[in-house]
């Protein structure tokens, strides 16, 4: 009837205004007009198939989009043959439906309509939630951006669920989610569990929707997956939605921090903290606590014993204990790598009202936000760096710049242009250790390769790889376990077996000379953040975060990292290093400003000034002295291999 077409044109004009007003195009976007010889890219036809109305973001071509506006609604005069045709199909519709499937093409995401656009716009003035189509996808190329990425990846979901409506905006997303479902990107899923899965997203999305008090800039696919982490599938299923809006408001706060450009605040030092009302002294500590000291607990994936970072964190929490005089008491939490292990030893730190709570892996991160969400006064951090969570702090040293120094230091004791760099996992801040050792030694040798290999990887053997590759001078790991005291650690020279020491005798086996070490001053770290707790400059830092997710990333300035030289060592080179080490400190030196050159080509150019502590953070390349890549997930050991997908850099 005409006066729903009335209606509809209304609208239409309404929405066109606003449009008008505040700067954008007012008629529907013509996918041939937005993306140029995309008539060039490959097709592929899925079928029939029902398509979400709010998928539907314009039309295939310029031909009709002048006669709607953006949202779909008419604008074309009354009266006019256009409106007669409308109208028509509009009381078909509410007799019948629509009948006769429109034809789209789908495109990152989004539909576009080639035959139809009169069937969608009096499908959503009549509020249908979906509408059958022929459905055509357009495959773009593969140029490696982050929408590259996730396209492909939406595809690689669809292919084995059929589902159109989830759509994310962070790379890695797809692979999550089906985790959670205990399945892959690769093998079709059974039928009961999609519909398992249509009926928990079309939940989260009603109940989301209600509760929604502004938009936010983010898909309700992020929002679903972040539900996800907090509480789980069998809440969607069986929940009452006012239950399911209440879970939805207590993560608004994480929402809110997924919303933000740049969600993650770096505090780069204790100074930048801030302080109390006053400077927080040792005496202060013992007075204010003699009678309830401070109670501290300790979370490690391993003991001390298997595992060299959790000994590493082990010694720190004893420093800091014993540096703080009894104003501070530590438990700590071992084997926390099993889910139900981590899950009861966070019920206990609630239990024992511990007031600071350091998870020593990004591994815990999902378990440690259930936590933080069900119980707001239990403060938790989190040993990472890059992990946007507004409820866990999160805290790691700034080792790259030790690692400077010890490929300045490893160039200039190679007698053959090639050292060695035993990397563990590819994490966050992990591929800027490896690159500042491939800078640093090209600093004193610009003829140096650094041979890069991977202890993680599934078979490896990455001693005999870079024996193989003629490397005697080799970065190896931070620190020794007690089990296993080695003196394969730090930088350390391989000398083999009938080659002649310095007193002209023959060795009979291979000998280790070690050289110097990085190392993590983690009772330092402990200590500044626990005197920062007490004077109440932690809890005002993070409350006054509006939104982001607070990371303390502190390096060789605060105390936390620094490089242990050998005595063996000619004075030249420890002078030298010494060197650098006060440059790092003051802020003189950055091994990462001027010209850097990758495997890919030139990042920056001579002028250049230092890269961004996020471009440092988030480094997926490697610099082109570098002789190996970043390896995938799925060829990592299956121990590890659900840290890496946490805080990982690269995952296909």
């Known amino acids: 009837m005409q006066n729903d077409y009335e209606k509809a044109k209304h609208?239409?004009?309404?929405?066109?205004?606003?449009?008008?007003?505040?700067?954008?195009?007012?008629y529907l976007p013509a996918l041939n007009s937005m993306v140029q010889d995309i008539d060039k890219y490959p097709v592929r036809d899925l079928g029939i198939k029902e398509i979400p109305m709010y998928m539907i973001a314009g039309t295939k071509t310029v031909g009709r989009q002048n006669s709607f506006a953006s949202n779909f609604m008419p604008l074309m005069d009354l009266g006019t043959e256009f409106s007669y045709k409308w109208s028509t199909l509009y009381d078909s519709a509410i007799e019948d439906g629509i009948r006769e499937p429109i034809k789209v093409y789908e495109f990152m995401n989004k539909f576009y309509v080639e035959e139809g656009n009169k069937r969608v716009s009096v499908s959503k003035f009549i509020g249908y939630v979906s509408i059958s189509g022929n459905v055509l996808r357009i495959l773009p190329p593969k140029d490696g951006s982050a929408a590259s990425r996730?396209?492909?990846?939406?595809?690689?979901?669809?292919?084995?669920?059929?589902?159109?409506?989830?759509?994310?905006?962070?790379?890695?997303?797809?692979?999550?989610?089906?985790?959670?479902?205990?399945?892959?990107?690769?093998?079709?899923?059974?039928?009961?569990?999609?519909?398992?899965l249509r009926f928990a997203y079309m939940t989260f999305d009603k109940c989301y929707n209600m509760r929604k008090t502004r938009k936010l800039s983010i898909t309700v696919g992020d929002a679903f997956l972040l539900y996800l982490e907090v509480y789980d599938v069998e809440s969607l299923m069986h929940d009452a939605e006012s239950v399911i809006g209440h879970k939805i408001q207590r993560l608004w706060n994480e929402l809110v921090t997924q919303t933000q450009e740049d969600s993650i605040e770096l505090v780069r030092t204790p100074d930048e903290v801030g302080r109390g009302s006053s400077m927080t002294t040792l005496m202060t500590l013992n007075s204010a606590y003699t009678d309830k000291p401070i109670r501290v607990a300790f979370l490690f994936e391993k003991n001390e014993e298997e595992s060299s970072w959790a000994y590493g964190h082990e010694l720190g929490a004893n420093q800091m204990v014993e540096k703080l005089e009894g104003a501070v008491e530590a438990v700590k939490f071992e084997n926390c790598a099993d889910k139900k292990e981590l899950q009861m030893a966070l019920q206990a730190c609630v239990a024992d009202e511990e007031d600071l709570v350091?998870?020593?892996?990004?591994?815990?991160?999902?378990?440690?936000?259930?936590?933080?969400?069900?119980?707001?006064?239990?403060?938790i951090m989190n040993c990472a760096v890059n992990l946007s969570r507004s409820s866990i702090p999160t805290y790691y040293t700034r080792m790259y710049e030790a690692k400077f120094l010890m490929g300045c230091l490893a160039a200039s004791l190679a007698e053959n242009h090639m050292i060695g760099y035993r990397a563990d996992y590819?994490?966050?801040?992990?591929?800027?250790?490896?690159?500042?050792?491939?800078?640093?030694?090209?600093?004193?040798?610009?003829?140096?390769?650094?041979?890069?290999?991977w202890a993680s990887k599934k078979g490896s053997n990455w001693e005999q790889e870079l024996i193989d590759s003629g490397c005697s001078i080799i970065s190896g790991i931070d620190m020794i376990k007690p089990k296993d005291p080695t003196r394969k650690y730090g930088l350390y020279r391989l000398h083999g077996a009938g080659t002649k020491r310095s007193d002209g005798s023959v060795r009979t086996e291979q000998e280790v000379?070690?050289?110097?070490?990085?190392?993590?001053?983690?009772?330092?770290?402990y200590e500044q953040i626990l005197r920062k707790l007490i004077d109440g400059s932690l809890d005002a830092r993070k409350n006054n975060a509006k939104g982001k997710a607070v990371n303390y990333w502190w390096g060789m300035s605060a105390g936390v990292v620094d490089i242990i030289l050998s005595d063996n060592l000619p004075y030249a080179s420890r002078k030298a290093v010494q060197t650098l080490r006060r440059l790092i400190i003051s802020g003189i030196t950055n091994p990462f400003e001027g010209e850097i050159h990758t495997q890919n080509g030139i990042l920056q150019g001579p002028d250049s000034p230092a890269l961004t502590d996020k471009e440092i953070i988030t480094m997926d390349w490697l610099c082109d002295n570098v002789i190996g890549d970043i390896p995938d997930t799925w060829e990592l050991d299956d121990s590890i291999q659900q840290t890496v997908k946490v805080s990982g850099v690269k995952e296909k």
């Open 11 to 26: 609208e239409g004009d309404h929405a066109y205004r606003r449009a008008i007003l505040s700067g954008r195009y007012p």
């Open 150 to 196: 996730i396209n492909y990846e939406y595809i690689d979901f669809y292919n084995v669920t059929g589902f159109f409506e989830i759509t994310f905006s962070k790379t890695g997303s797809y692979a999550k989610l089906a985790q959670y479902f205990g399945r892959d990107l690769k093998t079709i899923w059974p039928d009961e569990l999609i519909e398992t």
């Open 358 to 379: 350091f998870a020593t892996s990004p591994s815990m991160l999902d378990e440690c936000l259930k936590a933080a969400i069900e119980y707001p006064k239990l403060r």
């Open 426 to 453: 590819p994490i966050y801040g992990g591929i800027a250790n490896i690159n500042a050792y491939a800078l640093g030694a090209a600093w004193v040798d610009p003829y140096a390769k650094v041979k890069l290999v």
């Open 513 to 525: 000379e070690n050289l110097a070490a990085a190392v993590n001053q983690w009772g330092v770290y």
